[in-house]
């Protein structure tokens, strides 16, 4: 076997339509259409992240990425099911949190409990419909069956993570036009959906070598792929694109804190841990003195993404006095290979254009 | 970058001195020298598993090993601080395992308290010295400084495994002349001895690409790597070699059970997980009946190899009735790659010998 340059842009070209079968991959949060443009007029796919997105946001950003870019883009979408609020472990979790908001003067009943992220719906598909964006990519599994095809009625290409053999599968069987294989290295919210099951997640080289025994559909290799080498290793298991986030967390374009940055760029980026204190749902980030104090899950934490509101105001009290210690700082394991450069010249050196290896 | 069999070749005679940088990974429990010497005469590393032996089976199967090949072998040790029996955990393990003892009609109290697995010690290595083994490799650390320099005046090798790049750096001041990068995949117990936080446990990718900038020693990859495609990636990441365990569970030389077998070879190998109930450490193995009812990490077991007397019964019992629903089934993520062949055509498969892709 033989990995070379022209193999990895044959690929390319065959099936995502980029220049490079490298993705950005959606970072709620950390970034806007700004990033996605980037990538994109670089020759990668990027990708806008809708999931914190008001519909008039969403509108924005569409208009703005669209026109921002003649290539290939993403947008992203999680697809959850908003759980009811429960009054009881609401409490708890207010409880649990106690002790900081004494430490930082916060009055625990002047919080609204509010709606956090709504997965995609109706009315984000009316928003939709005037771009037809070239990808939809969902986390979470995928919407309801309705909305599902009218997304394709547009000819929007169909992307979804999975984080276990079984969720390749279902999402194969969903007729998704690819599947993300999420590995457990990844940054941010593990995208499982057929389990809660931690103990199932798979490691990026095993979940993709196993992946793609068992789907036809083109498989993007995710989690810790941060670097060129990287990016090699996938294709050597058979990856037909990688997806990066970390790789582009300290882009000029992105819009991580400085506080996110400096950890990033910290020997603390060497300890990553999934913890579910900040939405409710696993998501891997630099551990930081939240994470250590409640424990990484939490029992009492409300189902995603109900966990958010109670933090909102620790995470924006400590963020002004410039601390990122109660803030998600979601990075993959990997993060230290992270470059601070423009996304063009992030994307040309994943996808090994000659001079830009560092 | 181009990866190709010549830079394979290449970077394996310079260092290892095997015709293959392809070393079988030592399995206590499921292999003896067999399969050690199958491996080294196929071109690989052939490594015998010591840390269940006792001083005379260590010398019979050192005998056996040099005496099966003229190439290069290995031999692991465990080097763990042997703990004191905590009278009261002993108990509360024994209580955690009633309802199982009353199941199969076991008499508890007649269970005796056995030491387990014995560390790397002046005995084991006076029996060594006999042999001096090519290389000397070590699980959980390093054995005491005197204990070191004696392997050493031999000539012998030393290699060791590092889960985290805090570990890599502490083996390589201790003068390694190898770090085995022990990704999160890995079949068998964790080599952590830095820390007993599993969140610190890295996927193979991100471990190798961390520990290849960390350390200036030779890094071999393990974890996840059963196929010829893992053994690509992981050269695209850096790896002087690779190191596969659950590649050869299946070879005909090795001890596996049938039930382990069966396992191996079902859609159960899709679900391994890290579990401290059959020894006291974490360890892959394939879940079943034991793990999903006490738990995968239960804070009764005691220290290791301390949690094994208790269990030994119930496995025993278990196994008679062709169950491995109470035996440790290690594995690591990936292992439907495992193939049941000769150990000779694994090796080369993995070193990727022509003719012999499957």
């Given at each position: 076997m033989t990995i070379s340059e022209s193999n990895?842009?044959?690929?390319?070209?065959?099936?995502?339509?980029?220049?490079?079968?490298?993705?950005?991959?959606?970072?709620?949060?950390?970034?806007?259409?700004?990033?996605?443009?980037?990538?994109?007029?670089?020759?990668?796919?990027g990708s806008l992240p809708a999931a914190m997105l008001s519909l008039d946001q969403l509108d924005a950003q569409m208009r703005q990425l669209s026109t921002g870019t003649l290539q290939p883009y993403s947008v992203n979408f999680f697809c959850h099911v908003p759980p009811m609020v429960d009054e009881a472990r609401e409490l708890q979790w207010r409880t649990a949190l106690a002790p900081f908001y004494r430490e930082f003067g916060i009055d625990a009943d002047a919080i609204p409990a509010g709606p956090g992220r709504a997965p995609f719906n109706d009315a984000s598909a009316e928003v939709l419909e005037a771009y037809r964006p070239p990808v939809v990519s969902f986390h979470f599994g995928l919407p309801a069956p309705h909305l599902l095809k009218r997304v394709r009625s547009w000819g929007s290409r169909?992307?979804?993570?999975?984080?276990?053999?079984?969720?390749?599968?279902?999402?194969?069987?969903?007729?998704?036009?690819?599947?993300?294989?999420?590995?457990?290295?990844a940054?941010?919210?593990?995208g499982m959906f057929l389990t809660e099951d931690l103990s199932t997640q798979l490691g990026s080289i095993a979940l993709?070598?196993?992946?793609?025994?068992?789907?036809r559909v083109p498989v993007i290799a995710a989690?810790?792929?941060?670097?060129?080498?990287?990016?090699?290793?996938?294709?050597?298991?058979?990856?037909?694109?990688?997806?990066?986030?970390t790789a582009y967390l300290l882009a000029d374009e992105a819009l991580t804190s400085p506080m996110h940055r400096a950890a990033l760029q910290s020997k603390a980026n060497e300890h990553t841990a999934l913890t579910n204190v900040f939405t409710g749902r696993p998501a891997r980030g630099i551990v930081n003195r939240l994470m250590r104090e409640l424990g990484l899950i939490s029992a009492a934490a409300p189902q995603f993404p109900l966990a958010t509101s109670a933090m909102a105001p620790l995470r924006k009290l400590a963020e002004a006095q410039g601390?990122?210690?109660?803030?998600?700082?979601?990075?993959?394991?990997?993060?230290?290979?992270?470059q601070a450069w423009p996304a063009a010249r992030i994307t040309a050196y994943l996808a090994g254009t000659e001079g830009l290896q560092p």
């Open positions: 990895l842009n044959a690929s390319s070209s065959t099936w995502l339509g980029t220049r490079w079968p490298i993705i950005q991959a959606p970072m709620a949060g950390v970034q806007d259409a700004a990033l996605a443009i980037a990538v994109s007029n670089a020759g990668g796919l169909i992307f979804s993570s999975a984080t276990t053999i079984d969720e390749a599968r279902w999402l194969e069987a969903q007729g998704v036009d690819a599947v993300i294989a999420q590995g457990l290295e940054g941010g919210h593990r993709l070598a196993q992946v793609k025994r068992a789907v989690g810790g792929i941060t670097d060129r080498a990287g990016v090699m290793a996938a294709f050597a298991l058979g990856a037909d694109a990688v997806q990066a986030g601390s990122g210690e109660f803030s998600p700082l979601w990075a993959g394991q990997n993060a230290e290979a992270a």
